[in-house]
């Protein structure tokens, strides 16, 4: 039935296809809500209905390839393992079966009558149910000559392209839906499931492959974690997870099968976090460029393991590349938006953790953003792409646009004027595959113009298959040990095991001033949860709700199942008070009343931003407590009013919220982030003193005035002189400091840091010395409790910087300004049982001994320079990212050379 979809198939998403003009799906759960997608932008409506038949239809996947090379095909949509009613009709629908709906004209073939399609408008004819799709080269006849596995993977690759025409291979690097690259029917050359994302666990598992993944705390709270070694066990799950999901699609002969199943991942985010209203703020990793180099780098040598045979579990990427951090702010969006980022900034703060993600990491593919960078795009920048990814840091996998990213080259930013010369300037500047249909449709007429040289498409083209190759997509499964791996691994005990431990590592205590934590409650006492997130599902798996989980754990529900709280007979009550961005005026009485009773021993108010507020997209424009919350608490605060009662105000974010009234009114603050799918018993765990809370927070924390402050559109570190990140943030302005620093973190115990070898006071860098500065320090559990301690490395500039690079290059105190106040270079998590003590080593190259090595010394020039230049650089380990933190211990290493002139280390990029 493709007559009509209307109104009724609520959850409809709606793709543009080459070839196909409308694809649509209906989810697995019809909602209230009705919502389609077209071309990436949300409208509501009718679509000139489609078809109210196909309850439950999955991802339609590549269930027609006839419908891919078909342009007579107009709609299709594709029925899974399941017998699906036509409605009011009580005819089934056979399994597996796809059906066709032309325009004008004849379909080739008769794959219409093949699939149960028709011509013209009648009502499809249920067909044969299709059967399992074989994995390529495994059939008993001869075999074309990219299924010999005796050859390289490079024969194979040339063997498979040596087959195609240029718009076959132009097809290569396209995609047909967002998720699927095409096939070619004509040499049974497969269609491939391209596109999957995973930043904490697997989006989508469920829509794709009935398998629910294991979903972990939001990238901000996994960085929270200050565990590397955590984060690394995170990305073994997801590897694990992809592979079994994917090896279940392809048992049961479906594909291609789209974003949920694939081996290509979209993963890591690693952008610099640069503003706090950037609505993907929780996607990525920190403000810090260290901080996100090593998490990249761990996420990535896991993610992408190899097998006892040397297949990878994923290809991944680092995304987006470059200087990308805008989604819709000032007039502008991210289509559109040129960032004018100085050479300085380039060196110091926007390129190294990308530097660090693609030569220690070795992603097999690098996205680049739908930005432009000082006037180009990013998929059109040679610069970037070719001199700076391949020529200086020696990446050898294919460069993938951002969805739709090719087409803002000459719709958004207008650098081109037409398709043709827009994906003529991309693909001859390093941007090997389209997540779009542009270079399908106009690569082949670029070539005929001689825009492109049919070389260079052979040359994008094999950069992508040879992935393809390399993850065993057209070797016999019993080749391939990951295939081995059972479905059953998807969220498996083991696996929830670890996201637990991860949700109660990211938890970070901001302030315990009262003493309230750990709480201690009295025998049938009550606890009062009082605030829109006390109850709230989708909210704990991040900016996207479609990381999917067999069930989030509520705050709510995990109090109220912890064995101490029910050995005690505690009520666990629950009271809402406001929406989240709006008032409530009888859910506000409900919470004044249920906190004001002489019951409740205790008052939990859980406040926060979820996907409606902070989601790819949209940024935002306030960064502090929405103010319906804000009013909620206000409130209750004032009508408990100086009774004992304490309080406790948890936040749930992805990026920084700012609580100044919070923070000052209510003593005992803790920051859980977007907790995955254990946030609820993870919070339960540490407010009752089961877990001590060691999380600290991979971000600062401003003042709700910073965004009147500061533009959303200046791209500069040190932006309106109050400046970004805890690097370059002026806490001199009348801002004044920030709520909370980067790095901070408090426990239920104490530690001292002191001096175990401290480092050498001087230091010549070319005087027949390796440079290498050793220094470590010996932490102590001085508490009662066991507790964990994430310690930290800085370096800084004690040295002005106008003095370090001259007055005629810096341009005099201005460079001062513009000096990274402390640069973090490392970074370990301890575990103390009380009364114990551990050493900790932080070794240092004042000058990197290889490309790849973290330049911690290094300070940069307003033109760009990077230079090791004499001087004294302070040494900070054990506190945050304040100025003289509490607690930390620090030197000062006098840097100095043989003849007194800075030493030049190898750029990152030239212009």
Partial sequence: ??????????????????????LATIGLAVGANTCWQASGDLFGGDLEPLG????????????CQE?????????????????????????????????????????RGDSGRQHGGVSGTGPPTPGPPMPPVPPPCTGTGPQPPWCNLSLSIDARVAAALAEMTVAEKAGQIATETPDVNPGVPRINFPAYSYHSEGLHGLRKSFDTAGLYATIFPQTTGMAATGNLSLIGAMATVMATEARAINSEMLRLGRGPFGNGGSLFFWSPTMNLCRDPRWGRFQESISEDPWLLGAYSIIFLQNFQKNDSAGYPATIASCKHFLAYSLEGSDGFTRHNFNAVVSMQDLQESYLPAFQQCIMKGRPGQVMCSYNAVNGVPACSNPTFLINTLRDMWGFDGFVVSDQGAISNIYNGHKYRDNATSGVAVAINSGCDVNDGTPYAESLPGAVAANLVNASRIDEAAARFLKQRFRVGSFDPPSKVPWTSVPASVANSPAHQAVALQAAEQSIVLLNNSAGVLPITLKPQSTLAIIGPFGNCTLCLGGGKTDYQNSGYITYLAGLQAHPLIQKLGIRVEYAMGSRVNANDSTALADAVQLATRPDVALV???????????????????????????????????????????????????GPLSCTWIRDHIPTLVEAFEGGQFAGPALASVLLGEVNPSGVLPFSVFPEGYVDAVSMTDMSMYASGVGRTYRYYNSSNPLGPPLFPFGAGLSYTTFTIEWDTAPVTAMCVDCGLDGRVELSAKVTNTGSRPGAKVVMAFVAEETPRHILHGERECGGLRCDDLAPHKSMYGMQKLHLEPGQSTVVHFPVDIVPKEASGWCAFCTVSQNGTRLVAPGNYGIYVGGDGSMHSEGEVHATIAVSTRDTRAIEVPLMYTA
């Fill in 604 to 654: 939990l108010f859980s406040v926060g931003i979820d996907a409606t507020i902070e989601h790819e997209g949209t940024d935002r424009t306030a960064i502090g407590v929405p103010l319906a919350q804000l009013e909620l608490v206000q409130a209750v605060t004032r009508a408990v009013g100086n009774t004992a009662t304490p309080a406790v105000a948890i936040l749930t974010n992805g």
């Fill in 67 to 107: 419908c891919y090379a078909s342009p007579m095909c107009k709609f299709f949509a594709y029925a899974p393992d399941h017998d699906h009613g036509q409605v009011g009709s009580g005819v089934p629908y056979p399994k597996h079966n796809c059906w066709l709906k032309a325009t004008a004209g004849t379909p």
């Fill in 1 to 22: 039935d493709l007559e009509p979809l209307g109104t009724e198939s609520h959850g409809a998403q709606v793709r543009m296809l080459r070839g196909c003009a409308l």
């Fill in 52 to 63: 109210t038949g196909f309850r439950n239809a999955s991802h339609i996947g590549a269930c």
